[in-house]
C-alpha cells in the first residue's frame, strides 16, 4: 500500500482519482490548490503525487519545483487540460521541472492507473 496525494482544484475529478486509486489498495489525501497541497505533504509523506497545473493560488508548476527540492525520490503525475493554452506546454514544462510522468486530461484511467503501478513498483 502506497501513501498518495492528489491535487486538483476539480472535486470531481479529485473524487474521482480518489475512489479508483483506494480501490488499488492506497492510501490517499485530497488537495483543492498547491497551497493545500503542501501543507498537507508535510503531514502526510506520500509516495506519490498526481497534481494538476492549471489551479488558483499555488499552481501545479510551482508545486512540482518546490516539492521535487524537498523530496527528490518523490514519484511526481502532471494532469493537465490546459487551460487558456495547450496542454504539450504545460505537461512539457511539469516534464522539465521533474514530474516522472504527465497526462492530458480527459484522463485515460486505465493509462493513468498503469502509470502508477509502474511508478509505485520503479521505488522497489
Known amino acids: 500500500m502506497a501513501r498518495i496525494l492528489i491535487i486538483d482544484d476539480e472535486t470531481a475529478i479529485s473524487v474521482m482519482l ?15 490548490n498547491g497551497v493545500e497541497g503542501i501543507q498537507l ?14 489551479m488558483p493560488e499555488k499552481e501545479g508548476l510551482e ?10 525520490e518523490l514519484k511526481i503525475i502532471a494532469i493537465s487540460g490546459g487551460g487558456r493554452f495547450q496542454y504539450e506546454g504545460y ?3 511539469a516534464k522539465h521541472l521533474g514530474a516522472n510522468m504527465v497526462f492530458q486530461k480527459p484522463l485515460d484511467l ?3 492507473m498503469s502509470g502508477i503501478s509502474d511508478l509505485l513498483q520503479a521505488k522497489k
Open 91 to 93: 505537461l512539457s514544462s
Open 110 to 112: 486505465k493509462a493513468l
Open 18 to 32: 480518489k475512489r479508483m486509486i483506494e480501490k488499488a489498495g492506497h492510501e490517499t489525501r485530497i488537495a483543492v
Open 63 to 72: 508545486l512540482i519545483f518546490e516539492l521535487r527540492r524537498k523530496n527528490p
Open 41 to 54: 505533504f508535510d503531514n502526510f509523506s506520500p509516495d506519490l503525487l498526481i497534481t494538476d497545473i492549471v
